[in-house]
């Protein structure tokens, strides 16, 4: 059987009833995040930053202020850097195992264990006690607070602001290897563009050191794996690298050893050239009708995991789309419409803040079908209702 006669309609619904996508959910935050593998933290202010758009898509009901209660005051989610060496909201009863699992990706060169092992020396251990003393008198501060309290901010500003080396201290150094092992956690955003981070010691918020867990990383990449494939419901080792950083070749012998587990199976199929995966817990899926359920609309984040991977999204799909992040002008922003399991198109958004409107800026409806979808400008008023948008103004292309 090849790609053409897979029932692609049932593929679709086991990844995106995977992915919490095809119906919204009522469960809790932390069990969606943990379903779908954590949420990728991103600063782009173009509309609701990405974490934020991809609960909006999952959770019933959802608000903003939800996420930002079970992650800086309840500590039920916390923010770390996991796959692809990028911040991710993980649920706090997760942490450690996602840290033992992803210290060892490599990314730009060299990997969280790599940095902070090429950084270590006797003056920035040093400096981190120092660092670390001083902190437990405060429940939270922004950088230029911590600066301010330890009477180095006139340092900093020479080190960051007018780039002198000389100034680099080793308790500046002494920081960033704390926020990168975990010892200094995020407790609050505060209002403005890029949301300027508020840091807490680990130990202020609840948590004891992860590095202390007696969990082996060759056991915790394994959990970590059989997590993401069950996050996508059909998978394979190439698509899981490109989300994850994870080598390709050294995905393959723990998708042999799940496989001999029977934690996962191939499809009874190829698909185009080679074969996918299916996690146990789906395989009653390929069995079953779809609900006979009215089609939901989702505006997918261009940084949502779902779409990350371009050559599984058109494999399973039939639909891609390109976008340029770091594109500092007239950057587009697409969010992706996924109409039940069919993607259709999709709209280039931002969010005027001072003026309160909602700008659609392009409209690029693939399918002539779905112009004028009602679900589409239904969803599209969703959206802007949880900007607390006050209208809906269209200016560009359709």
């Known amino acids: 059987?090849?790609?053409?006669?897979?029932?692609?309609?049932?593929?679709?619904?086991?990844?995106?009833?995977?992915?919490?996508?095809?119906?919204?959910?009522?469960?809790?935050?932390?069990?969606?995040?943990?379903?779908?593998?954590?949420?990728?933290?991103?600063?782009?202010?173009?509309?609701?930053?990405?974490?934020?758009?991809?609960?909006?898509?999952?959770?019933?009901?959802?608000?903003?202020?939800?996420?930002?209660?079970?992650?800086?005051?309840?500590?039920?989610?916390?923010?770390?850097?996991?796959?692809?060496?990028?911040?991710?909201?993980?649920?706090?009863?997760?942490?450690?195992?996602?840290?033992?699992?992803?210290?060892?990706?490599?990314?730009?060169?060299?990997?969280?264990?790599?940095?902070?092992?090429?950084?270590?020396?006797?003056?920035?251990?040093?400096?981190?006690?120092?660092?670390?003393?001083?902190?437990?008198?405060?429940?939270?501060?922004?950088?230029?607070?911590?600066?301010e309290k330890l009477n180095l901010s006139y340092e900093w500003h020479k080190y960051r602001r007018e780039h002198d080396p000389s100034y680099n201290l080793p308790i500046f150094r002494a920081f960033y290897r704390m926020c990168r092992r975990g010892d200094l956690l995020t407790c609050g955003r505060n209002p403005g563009t890029f949301r300027e981070p508020v840091y807490i010691l680990k130990e202020k918020a609840g948590f004891h050191d992860w590095t202390e867990d007696p969990?082996?990383?060759?056991?915790?990449?394994?959990?970590?794996?059989?997590?993401?494939?069950?996050?996508?419901?059909?998978?394979?080792?190439?698509?899981?690298?490109?989300?994850?950083?994870?080598?390709t070749a050294d995905l393959l012998p723990v998708f042999e050893e799940l496989e001999t587990e029977n934690k996962i199976s191939k499809l009874p199929c190829k698909i185009g050239r080679k074969f996918y995966y299916i996690h146990s817990s789906k395989l009653h899926l390929l069995n079953e009708n779809a609900p006979d359920r009215p089609y939901e609309v989702r505006l997918i984040s261009?940084?949502?995991?779902?779409?990350?991977?371009?050559?599984?999204?058109?494999?399973?799909?039939?639909?891609?789309?390109?976008?340029?992040?770091?594109?500092?002008?007239?950057?587009?922003?697409?969010?992706?419409?996924?109409?039940?399991?069919q993607f259709v198109g999709y709209l280039d958004c931002r969010m005027d803040w001072k003026t309160k409107k909602f700008m659609i800026k392009e409209r690029n409806i693939f399918h002539p079908n779905f112009n004028g979808h009602k679900g589409i400008e239904l969803a599209i008023q969703d959206l802007a209702a949880f900007h607390n948008a006050k209208e809906i103004v269209e200016t560009g292309a359709t």
Not at 4 to 18: G, K, Q, T, Y
Not at 70 to 79: G, I, M, N, S
Request: glycine share 4%; net charge neutral; proline share 3%.
């Open 302 to 341: 261009p940084m949502d995991t779902i779409v990350r991977d371009k050559a599984w999204l058109e494999t399973f799909f039939d639909y891609s789309f390109t976008f340029e992040y770091f594109k500092k002008k007239g950057m587009k922003w697409p969010l992706s419409i996924l109409v039940g399991n």
């Open 1 to 147: 059987m090849n790609h053409a006669d897979f029932d692609r309609n049932l593929i679709r619904n086991i990844i995106l009833e995977s992915q919490h996508l095809l119906h919204k959910s009522a469960d809790s935050i932390e069990n969606i995040v943990s379903d779908i593998c954590g949420l990728q933290y991103d600063p782009n202010p173009t509309i609701h930053l990405n974490q934020y758009i991809m609960l909006w898509n999952r959770k019933r009901d959802f608000k903003a202020e939800q996420l930002d209660l079970a992650a800086y005051k309840e500590f039920r989610l916390v923010e770390t850097w996991t796959f692809k060496r990028n911040m991710f909201f993980v649920p706090s009863e997760e942490y450690s195992q996602y840290r033992h699992a992803t210290k060892g990706i490599i990314r730009w060169g060299e990997s969280d264990e790599i940095w902070l092992k090429k950084g270590d020396s006797p003056d920035v251990r040093a400096a981190e006690k120092e660092l670390k003393e001083k902190l437990s008198n405060f429940d939270g501060l922004t950088l230029n607070q911590i600066w």
């Open 215 to 247: 969990i082996e990383e060759k056991q915790a990449i394994k959990w970590a794996v059989e997590k993401l494939i069950a996050s996508f419901g059909v998978t394979d080792p190439v698509h899981l690298s490109h989300i994850s950083g994870y080598k």
